[in-house]
């Protein structure tokens, strides 16, 4: 008789995983399964789905190939019952099983979900920590209790310490600071080129999975073509150590740039990997210390990169669970609007927003800086619904996970959960575009006026925000600056401001709700 089916999610694809941690491989059953539910949840990317599926399927091969029997439900596999829940009943039912084991899953509704999986199914359920991060849900817990702000900066401190990452022995950082955020601003010359970008050709399973995903989910925001993603931990490793050898050195250096049609500059393209389990965050940052430490790249690169993994990605994770369900029901500004129709179609005569969503769909990637600076910005700029903000962006990417993508949404970019994550919000004119990329020499506005026909529409928007919403700010010291530049305007400029960017909302297509 089948001891414990283990469950295994498709973003739980790690050897160490905890499901995995006691297997007995002459006794348990691994299951695996593609089910429309998770497919669908929201119309994800079609380059995500076939990420997934495609890895699961490799992983699955992986774990058979060492003697594991492993259990692999396909999605077109005709008794398939559509749902994760439908698929661990039918194999503990098949196996006469005593127990089902699984990691937690990385987002709420299927945590929510899953706590009732033992009355439903009849038998124990173990639901065991996901110990693939740095820092525990109860050890996030016990750093917040108490704190007045949590801001990330403390957090990561924290993390520096318990992990010895980047510390010297008598425990001061390297080169005597924590956070070398200063030296990572520059804006990229023109005559800096990136590196070539690493990519794997898909294989016969691959180009299976591509298939179907075309076939059943062609109709989803984004294209298959061009799918490059590594779909094993191996070619995920490897596409991290081209990182290592011809990114990381200018990472921090250019970590903000951005330039029209160079979607990656010097960034890793790595959270798809790293989400779904085909890479360890320890070993991630492990690797990156040890290239400063062989003087491979500069600390600013290598500190920059690891605050981004030691530091946000746990941070935020920590207020995820720390903080849901709430979290997510909160619309700190009142935010309402639609979202604009360019944000599934592309159409704008912005040449920052074209750009991001035109390559968001091509790749189901954007670096940080477009998605909270251009697509984050203009959201917040517009007083976008934040349910409908952040579906966009759970869609749209292909390392989105509601853990991960809710607090950098909700929190940083659209300042919708008052100021849990950040201390003001992250909203910017077009000048902050224009200093740091090269859209704007391709734009018909020019983001240097702000009244005339061709201004910036950032411009009136930005200004239009900080007067909606200046009774909330009034007060908070880092957005003094701003407050006072609008109160030293004459109230006939406040008011062209205003309705400049009224008419330009006014002006614009909003998507149906559900549409896509
Ligand atoms: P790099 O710039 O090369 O950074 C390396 C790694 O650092 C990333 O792979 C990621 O694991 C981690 N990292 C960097 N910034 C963050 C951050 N703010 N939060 C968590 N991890 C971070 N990241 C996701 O993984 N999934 C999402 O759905 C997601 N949605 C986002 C939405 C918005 C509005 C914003 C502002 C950020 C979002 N991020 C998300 C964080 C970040 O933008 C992506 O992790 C990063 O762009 C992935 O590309 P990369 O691997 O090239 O990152
Ligand atoms: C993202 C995703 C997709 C598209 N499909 C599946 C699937 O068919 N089976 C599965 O086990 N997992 C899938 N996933 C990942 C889950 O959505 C993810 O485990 C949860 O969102 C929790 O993070
Ligand atoms: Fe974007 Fe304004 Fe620059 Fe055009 S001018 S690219 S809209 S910031």
């Known amino acids: ?107 709420w509704r299927l945590a929510e979900e899953m706590a009732g999986w033992q009355e439903r199914l009849g038998l124990p359920v173990e639901v065991r920590d996901d110990s693939r991060f740095f820092c525990s849900r109860a050890a996030f817990a016990d750093w917040a209790e108490g704190r007045k702000s949590l801001r990330m900066e403390h957090f990561y401190r924290e993390m520096r310490r318990s992990t010895g990452l980047l510390m010297e022995p008598d425990g001061k950082p390297v080169g005597d600071r924590w956070n070398l955020d200063q030296e990572n601003r520059k804006a990229i010359p023109p005559e800096v080129e990136a590196p070539p970008r690493h990519g794997v050709e898909p294989d016969a399973i691959t180009q299976d999975v591509i298939d179907l995903v075309a076939e059943r989910f062609g109709h989803h925001f984004g294209t298959l073509d061009g799918f490059d993603f590594a779909v094993t931990a191996d070619d995920a490793k490897a596409g991290f150590e081209h990182f290592v050898t011809h990114a990381l050195p200018r990472f921090g250096d250019y970590q903000d740039a951005m330039r029209l049609g160079d979607p990656l500059l010097f960034h890793a393209r790595i959270g798809v990997y790293l989400n779904a389990g085909l890479l360890s965050p320890q070993r991630v940052c492990e690797r990156a210390e040890q290239a400063w430490r062989e003087g491979d790249a500069p600390l600013n690169a290598v500190e920059g990169f690891i605050r981004q993994i030691l530091g946000w990605r746990e941070y935020v994770r920590g207020i995820y669970w720390l903080k849901m369900p709430d979290y997510a029901a909160r619309n700190a500004l009142s935010a309402e609007r639609r979202l604009p129709e360019f944000y599934w179609t592309g159409e704008t005569d912005m040449a920052c927003l074209r750009d991001c969503v035109e390559q968001t769909r091509r790749e189901a990637y954007a670096h940080h800086i477009q998605r909270l600076m251009v697509l984050g910005n203009f959201a917040l700029l517009a007083g976008v619904d934040p349910a409908a903000v952040n579906y966009w962006y759970m869609v749209v990417y292909a390392d989105a996970y509601e853990w991960v993508e809710l607090p950098n949404v909700h929190g940083m970019a659209i300042h919708a959960d008052g100021g849990v994550m950040a201390s003001k919000p992250y909203a910017a004119s077009g000048k902050y575009i224009d200093r740091m990329s090269d859209y704007c020499k391709h734009c018909r506005y020019d983001p240097k006026k702000q009244l005339e026909k061709n201004a910036c529409p950032f411009n009136a928007l930005y200004w239009r925000f900080i007067m909606t919403h200046r009774e909330t700010f009034q007060g908070n010291p880092r957005m003094a600056f701003p407050l006072k530049t609008l109160d030293r305007m004459t109230p006939e400029k406040r008011e062209a401001l205003h309705a400049k960017g009224d008419g330009f909302l006014e002006g614009l297509s909003y998507a149906e709700p559900g549409a896509w």
């Open 1 to 107: 008789m089948t001891q414990t089916v283990r469950l295994l999610l498709g973003d739980q694809l790690s050897r160490d995983i905890s499901s995995l941690g006691d297997l007995d491989v002459e006794r348990d059953v691994v299951l695996m399964a593609e089910v429309m539910a998770e497919a669908t949840y929201v119309r994800h990317h079609p380059k995500k789905i076939a990420f997934v599926f495609s890895a699961m399927r490799h992983f699955a091969d992986a774990l058979k190939a060492e003697g594991v029997t492993v259990e692999y439900v396909r999605l077109d596999d005709p008794d398939n019952s559509g749902s994760l829940a439908g698929e661990a009943q039918r194999a503990v039912a098949r196996h006469g099983a005593a127990k089902l084991a699984v990691t937690e899953p990385g987002e």
